[in-house]
């Protein structure tokens, strides 16, 4: 082989490295990517069925079950409600009417299954992703609400 053929050889075998490294690393990051959604895009059927994703919002009051290690609640935007099932034990500051953010995948029965729940940290701090869909749902309700 030529010195010149050699040299086109390693690049091409380095471009093929190069190009198998990329498509592992995103695969692997395509397979950990949690988006976040909100009750109304829930509702709406905009989050992926059996794909993990968050949803946050307020916890409804009134709506947390409990049936020993599992509990059911609902998490609203103020315009749409989705139910959630744990099975766990829940965040200390898990309250009804604050702030959570639970982690799951959505079923075909539209029950959100969720295998981590997040309460808020103190009274005054919402995940900047849930503060802002409340404030869009207020908007939006608002605007329906109006003649």
């Given at each position: 082989m030529k010195p010149r053929h050699k040299?086109?050889?390693?690049?091409?075998?380095?471009?093929v490295a190069l190009g198998i490294a990329t498509a592992l690393v995103l695969?692997?990051?395509?397979r950990n990517l949690v988006f976040f959604f909100t009750p109304s895009q829930v509702a709406a059927?905009?989050?992926?069925?059996?794909?993990?994703f968050r949803i946050g919002g307020m916890v409804v009051p009134g709506s947390v079950k409990r049936e020993g290690v599992e509990v059911r609640f609902?998490?609203?935007?103020t315009a749409k409600s989705i139910a959630v099932v744990y099975r766990g034990q829940l965040p200390d500051l898990f309250r009804e009417g604050k702030g959570v953010v639970a982690q799951g995948n959505l079923g075909p029965d539209g029950?959100?299954?969720a295998r981590e729940?997040?309460?808020?940290h103190d009274e005054n701090y919402m995940p900047p992703d849930a503060a802002h869909a409340l404030e869009q749902a207020k908007k939006a309700q608002k605007t329906v609400q109006m003649p």
């Open positions: 040299r086109f050889a390693w690049i091409a075998l380095g471009l695969t692997a990051f395509n059927k905009e989050a992926p069925v059996g794909r993990t609902a998490v609203t935007d029950l959100f299954t729940v997040l309460a808020k």
